[in-house]
């Protein structure tokens, strides 16, 4: 199994970045993808995350109406278009794809760095 994240950099605040995700996994089923972020000092915290089979996006109260998730199922990718960037989102942005095969395994890449500059 493979979680690989790119898109991070830094940018000012009001600007934008895009986030993408590649899960790869042989014989595993994914259930749901999506994005989570850990700030120097503070716990991992949800960010989005999206359902397979069309299921209705889950946004933290942060980032809703900034953030848009987002999937491709041929390729199994995802995406974080992150809008008006604010200090605060500075943070290290992980991946996380939960997948099953006889059971459900969270799996996670390995994260890049989003800093916002005021």
């Known amino acids: 199994v493979q979680v690989v994240e790119s898109g991070g950099g830094l940018v000012q605040a009001g600007g934008s970045l895009r986030l993408s995700c590649q899960a790869s996994?042989?014989?595993?089923?994914?259930?749901?993808m999506g994005w989570y972020r850990q700030a120097l000092g503070k716990q991992r915290e949800l960010v989005a995350t999206l359902p397979s089979g069309g299921g209705s996006a889950n946004y933290a109260d942060s980032v809703k109406g900034r953030f848009i998730i987002s999937r491709d199922y041929a390729k199994n990718m995802l995406y974080l278009q992150m809008n008006n960037l604010k200090p605060e989102d500075t943070a290290v942005y992980y991946c996380?794809?939960?997948?099953?095969?006889?059971?459900?395994?969270?799996?996670w890449g390995q994260g890049t760095q989003v800093t916002v500059s005021s």
């Open positions: 996994a042989t014989a595993y089923t994914i259930v749901t």
């Open positions: 996380n794809a939960r997948m099953r095969y006889i059971d459900e395994n969270d799996f």
